[in-house]
């Protein structure tokens, strides 16, 4: 069975600065990797994936997550926030052999002036 | 291109009563999962269906919960007699093959169950 940790229930950060959202997960085969985000009263975005190939992924709004196998983690970044990046952020993981994609409980990034 | 469409947003039931809540995939998608989302906590798997077809519901509670994906129309998940620990939020996602090949779904906004 697979699982996905989000260590960090809020993150909050000042405007302009680095935020790094921690997210480790278990699984006993090979993943795919997601962070969604999720603004209030939305649905979930997807944001960034690791299918296979290059460790380092990237959205188009500035934020990067690098899977590193060996700590089994899937942590995303962005030097520098915006007010604007305040939302839910969600990873999730599934893999080759299973139908659904699992949820960690989501990190609240909230972004202050 | 119209996305995955879930109505209603919201619904307001007192205990007993039935909900049942709508989902339209995305134009060619064929496989459709319902999730819920308890205040304060991450999104949780209830089924995955693809035409016609339940492919796996062990995330749905044993009682009151149904779920289908008739050949023509939305998917509806249903719960009946509906108690204030089912006040969530539920989401619907689909993709246009299995997650196996590509592990992505794509959301709907959601409908927000309040029961009183």
């Known amino acids: 069975a697979q699982s996905v940790t989000q260590l960090d229930s809020q993150v909050p950060v000042f405007e302009e600065a680095p935020v790094e959202l921690r997210c480790n997960y278990s699984s006993s085969v090979s993943v795919y990797l997601f962070w969604y985000v999720q603004y209030p009263n939305q649905g979930l975005q997807l944001l960034l994936k690791y299918l296979s190939g290059s460790t380092l992924v990237e959205s188009i709004n500035g934020f990067e997550a690098e899977f590193n196998k060996s700590q089994t983690s899937f942590h995303l970044r962005k030097p520098s926030v915006h007010i604007s990046d305040t939302a839910e952020y969600f990873c999730a993981v599934s893999s080759y052999n299973t139908d659904k994609l699992i949820f960690g409980t989501g990190t609240r990034l909230q972004v202050f002036p | 291109n119209a996305g995955v469409m879930q109505n209603p947003r919201h619904l307001v039931r007192r205990r007993g009563q039935e909900a049942r809540l709508r989902c339209s995939p995305m134009k060619g998608h064929s496989h459709v999962y319902w999730y819920r989302q308890l205040p304060e906590e991450g999104l949780k798997f209830m089924v995955y269906?693809?035409?016609?077809?339940?492919?796996?519901e062990s995330g749905m509670p044993k009682e009151r919960f149904s779920a289908e994906f008739p050949k023509e129309g939305p998917s509806i998940l249903r719960i009946q007699q509906v108690v204030r620990g089912d006040s969530a939020a539920y989401f619907c996602?689909?993709?246009?093959?299995?997650?196996?090949?590509?592990?992505?779904?794509?959301f709907g906004e959601g409908s927000r169950l309040t029961v009183l």
């Open positions: 269906l693809q035409k016609e077809n339940i492919i796996d």
């Open positions: 996602a689909s993709s246009p093959i299995p997650l196996t090949d590509t592990g992505e779904l794509f």
